[in-house]
């Protein structure tokens, strides 16, 4: 059993800053992309950013230059820091991370249970 824990979310007034963590455990031989998405109320879920197992990073346009993705594979954990916040970008945050349980079976994608980042003076 695999299992991804969000943390890090809450209340920020709009500038502020933000630093979510997300951590896979259980059954794992080999995490390959991770990557943290959101939804806000009434709209789809799109992809914030992600990162592969060597490190290659990719953003939406709208959060270029101000969220930085990170990974340590050491602890299996995938961060996403968050600068010059703004009100629109209060959702939840959901991270995700493609994962080998075991060495011979294919991966499989996973999903937190998400964090709430809500921007507001």
């Known amino acids: 059993q695999v299992q991804l824990v969000e943390s890090g979310g809450g209340l920020v007034q709009p500038g502020g800053s933000l630093r979510l963590s997300c951590a896979a455990s259980g059954s794992i031989f080999s995490i390959n992309d991770m990557g943290w998405y959101r939804q806000a109320p009434g709209q789809e879920r799109e992809l914030v950013a992600y990162i592969d197992k060597d490190g290659s990073t990719n953003y939406a346009d709208s959060v270029k230059d101000r969220f930085t993705i990170s990974r340590d594979n050491t602890k299996n954990t995938v961060y996403l820091r968050m600068n010059s916040l703004k009100p629109e970008e209060t959702a939840a945050y959901y991270c995700?991370?493609?994962?080998?349980?075991?060495?011979?079976?294919?991966?499989?994608?996973?999903w937190g249970q998400g964090t709430q980042v809500t921007v507001s003076s």
């Open positions: 995700n991370a493609r994962i080998k349980p075991e060495r011979f079976i294919r991966e499989y994608e996973y």
